[in-house]
């Protein structure tokens, strides 16, 4: 996640800069060495189509090439448990900070061709004004995808994350024996495909707190969680409408 934040938080400093330089280039012209330019942005462009395709490649099935995880129990007397563990691989899925790298160069590409149709224009009719223009333009692409990039790493690092699909799932199996009933949960996301809860049970009659968790076993999203169960008389009638 911190990873990706830093993906976003750079370019969004180069495009900051970008769109400095092409308000003056507009507001004073400056000469532009077409042919020099024209080659750098040709190659500029190959790179990142190539760092596109690598990346595609990478994320395709069959090229997980390694990954592990590992789990750790404890409980206490007082009925409170946590599970901890994490797992990690090249799965892709939610993954913010492939989603950051493929993005990048997609908008490194497209800016490369903007470059390259800007200076044929400059180069055959003469629109010296187009070149700033066209970075002008490449400056608001790559600030979008930046601030994108920000927002969604950023409510992952402060834990403002949430997937209310996976919250019902697991509020749907701790409720399935008719007596216990969730009564807080949260969960939320801390890496690719890895989510944490944090969850307070009540029952008439509560069970251990490792049968609560072994009902969350088959929720792979789940590498931290926490259980805390309580004794409550009147579950049943306190949390009828939760």
């Given at each position: 996640?911190l990873?990706a934040?830093?993906?976003g938080?750079?370019?969004?400093l180069?495009?900051l800069?970008l769109?400095v330089?092409?308000?003056q280039a507009?507001r004073a012209?400056r000469s532009i060495?077409?042919g020099?330019?024209a080659l750098?942005a040709g190659?500029?462009?190959a790179v990142?189509?190539?760092?596109?395709?690598l990346?595609?490649?990478g994320?395709?099935?069959?090229?997980d090439?390694?990954?592990h995880?590992?789990?750790?129990?404890?409980?206490?007397?007082?009925?409170?448990?946590?599970?901890?563990?994490h797992a990690h691989g090249?799965?892709?899925q939610?993954?913010?900070?492939?989603?950051a790298a493929?993005?990048h160069?997609?908008?490194?590409?497209?800016t490369?061709v903007?470059?390259?149709a800007a200076?044929?224009?400059?180069?055959w009719?003469?629109w010296?004004?187009?070149?700033?223009?066209?970075?002008?333009?490449g400056a608001?692409?790559?600030?979008?995808?930046?601030?994108?990039?920000l927002?969604?790493?950023?409510?992952?690092?402060?834990?403002?994350t949430?997937?209310?699909q996976?919250s019902?799932r697991?509020?749907?199996r701790?409720?399935?024996?008719?007596?216990?009933?969730?009564?807080?949960?949260?969960?939320w996301?801390?890496?690719?495909?890895?989510?944490c809860?944090?969850?307070?049970?009540v029952a008439d009659?509560?069970r251990?707190?490792d049968e609560?968790?072994?009902r969350?076993r088959?929720?792979?999203?789940?590498?931290?969680?926490?259980?805390?169960?309580?004794r409550c008389?009147?579950?049943?009638a306190?949390f009828?409408?939760?």
């Amino acid at each position: 996640m911190l990873a990706a934040y830093t993906s976003g938080l750079a370019p969004a400093l180069v495009a900051l800069w970008l769109a400095v330089d092409a308000v003056q280039a507009l507001r004073a012209p400056r000469s532009i060495a077409y042919g020099e330019a024209a080659l750098v942005a040709g190659l500029g462009l190959a790179v990142n189509l190539v760092s596109a395709w690598l990346l595609m490649r990478g994320g395709q099935p069959g090229h997980d090439h390694h990954g592990h995880q590992h789990q750790h129990e404890h409980g206490h007397g007082h009925g409170h448990g946590q599970k901890k563990g994490h797992a990690h691989g090249h799965s892709h899925q939610h993954d913010h900070n492939f989603s950051a790298a493929y993005l990048h160069v997609l908008a490194d590409a497209l800016t490369s061709v903007l470059a390259l149709a800007a200076l044929a224009g400059g180069a055959w009719f003469g629109w010296g004004w187009l070149d700033p223009a066209v970075a002008l333009l490449g400056a608001v692409v790559i600030g979008r995808w930046s601030i994108s990039v920000l927002g969604h790493s950023a409510r992952a690092l402060v834990d403002a994350t949430e997937d209310p699909q996976l919250s019902q799932r697991v509020r749907e199996r701790i409720e399935a024996d008719g007596d216990a009933k969730v009564a807080d949960l949260h969960v939320w996301q801390v890496g690719p495909r890895a989510w944490c809860a944090a969850l307070s049970v009540v029952a008439d009659s509560p069970r251990p707190v490792d049968e609560y968790r072994g009902r969350l076993r088959g929720l792979g999203e789940l590498r931290n969680l926490t259980v805390e169960v309580h004794r409550c008389g009147g579950a049943q009638a306190g949390f009828s409408d939760r």
